[in-house]
Nanobody, 124 residues
Framework: QVQLVESGGGLVQAGGSLRLSCATSGSAFRTYTMGWFRQAPGKEREFVAA???????YYADSVKGRFTISRDTGKNTIYLQMDTLESEYTAVYYCGASRGLLSSIRDPSMYFQWGQGTQVTVSS
């Protein structure tokens, strides 16, 4: 059983930064692709970023150049550094684990385990 626990969300002004953390059980990210998704009220969960076991990273076009996904093997933790935040980024951010192929890395249905989510609110 993979356990994921997100933290680091909060209220920030537009243009500010936040760093989200996803603490994983054991060596989950050495085995699975780890992704960050977000879900705003009334909207579907959407892909933000992912990192594969090879350390290759992938981003949604809307966050390229603003967000950085990384991992700390010593702490079994995945991070999402978010810079130059905009109000439309307000959402609950979720960390997920996937066994899926590269072609499905952006598909939330391919992630078998999720954390509880952390709220990010960007004020304009």
């Amino acid at each position: 059983q993979v356990q994921l626990v997100e933290s680091g969300g909060g209220l920030v002004q537009a243009g500010g930064s936040l760093r989200l953390s996803c603490a994983t059980s054991g060596s989950a990210f050495r085995t699975y692709t780890m992704g960050w998704f977000r879900q705003a009220p009334g909207k579907e969960r959407e892909f933000v970023a992912a990192i594969r076991t090879s350390s290759h990273t992938y981003y949604a076009d809307s966050v390229k150049g603003r967000f950085t996904i990384s991992r700390d093997t010593g702490k079994n933790t995945i991070y999402l550094q978010m810079d130059t935040l905009e109000s439309e980024y307000t959402a609950v951010y979720y960390c997920g684990a996937s066994r899926g192929l590269l072609s499905s890395i952006r598909d939330p249905s391919m992630y078998f385990q999720w954390g509880q989510g952390t709220q990010v609110t960007v004020s304009s």
